[in-house]
């Protein structure tokens, strides 16, 4: 085994959180493990979208590159395919467990049928979800407390809107995200004494309407919101978010992005000057911990959660303009350190 390096602060905190950390195993008989290859490392299936989506799936190929250059091991990284079934996602997980890949990894709540179907028929490869609980001796959950993070989004959008009103552009209308919105509208209250008005659109029904997916979609809704005078927009829509920011840059009022810094990707660098701040998840970081576990012998499985109290999630400060409206440091600080202690409990729903 090669020396490892320490682990990440949130790798840390992952670690501390785990419910259980044991190798994983199973019989002869019933393990279809036998005969794959033991010499490949991490691979990750990519969530609707895929890679180059600036926000959730690039997050996870960031931890994947990590791990990659740490451990010095061949990877992997499969995209989704249009309009694909949960037996197309249970073929792509088992076919790299097939060829020797350990962790296995799929990046969004979306492989939480094929991950269980799978998962139970390799028992001696460890596998990751993220965004869903999926039960089995050998997955680890890799979830997070979004909503901590949308909160602290909230408190910035109160802070630097001029109109008292507010957008929210989420991709699905499902749990998870309802999650992100009720994080930011009650950011968005406290701090604002209720003078702030939210306006929130979800763009589809299902992942399959192409709401993840469709930054025409994100920017038709966030035009919309903009004419009713929304001068900030936060957007947890995948992909379809690219659409928000381009919105929110044309129209010159604020954006919030989601998952990954998106003030630094470079595929946004047109519209940087107007994307505030991001609300972050370590999407990358969960991926990285996941990948040491297993390379250290003691793979993570179990429910992982990160959130403010590991640096799980966050919100980001790269633009400078972000530290030139008053208040807004001072009060996300304090919401922060509110969130950690429990004095301040936010909703996720």
């Known amino acids: 085994m090669r020396p490892i390096s320490k682990l990440t602060r949130v790798a840390v905190g992952v670690a501390s959180l785990a419910l259980a950390a044991t190798a994983c195993g199973g019989t002869s008989s019933e393990n279809s493990d036998a005969g794959a290859k033991e010499d490949l490392g991490l691979a990750i299936a990519y969530d609707i979208g895929g890679k180059g989506d600036q926000s959730f799936n690039d997050a996870a190929y960031s931890g994947l590159q990590k791990a990659q250059k740490e451990f010095g091991y061949k990877t992997d990284d499969v995209e989704p395919t249009e309009g694909e079934t949960d037996a197309d996602k249970e073929q792509r997980l088992a076919s790299l467990a097939r060829q020797g890949y350990n962790p296995v990894i799929g990046i969004g709540y979306a492989y939480g049928t094929a991950m269980k179907n799978v998962a139970a028929k390799y028992p001696k490869t460890t596998f990751g979800i993220v965004d869903s609980v999926v039960e089995g001796d050998n997955v680890a959950s890799l979830v997070f407390a979004e909503e901590q993070a949308s909160y602290l989004a909230g408190v ?141 012998d003691k793979p993570l499985t179990g429910t992982q959660t990160f959130d403010l109290k590991v640096n799980g999630v966050g919100l980001a400060e790269s633009n400078p303009e972000f530290a030139k409206i ?24």
Do not use: M, R
Not at 273 to 284: E, F, H
Not at 327 to 349: F, H, P, R, Y
């Open 156 to 296: 910035a959008a109160a802070k630097a809107t001029k109109t008292n009103t507010v957008g929210f552009v989420g991709g699905v209308d499902i749990p998870l995200i309802h999650k992100f919105e009720a994080g930011y509208k009650q950011g968005v209250q406290e701090t604002s004494g209720g003078k702030v008005k939210v306006i929130s659109q979800y763009l589809t029904q299902t992942a399959e309407e192409g709401g993840f997916s469709s930054p025409d979609k994100g920017k038709a809704a966030a035009e919309g919101q903009i004419e009713k005078k929304a001068d900030v927009v936060y957007q947890a829509a995948g992909l379809s978010g690219q659409g928000v920011i381009e919105a929110a840059a044309k129209a010159k009022v604020w954006a919030i992005g989601v998952d990954s810094d998106q003030y630094q990707q470079a595929a946004l660098a047109s519209y940087k000057n107007y994307i505030l701040t991001s609300a972050l998840k370590d999407v990358g970081g969960a991926v990285y911990a996941l990948a040491k576990s297993v390379e250290d």
């Open 326 to 349: 008053a208040g807004l440091s001072a009060a996300v600080a304090e919401a922060k350190t509110g969130i950690i202690d429990g004095t301040i409990k936010v909703k996720t729903e």
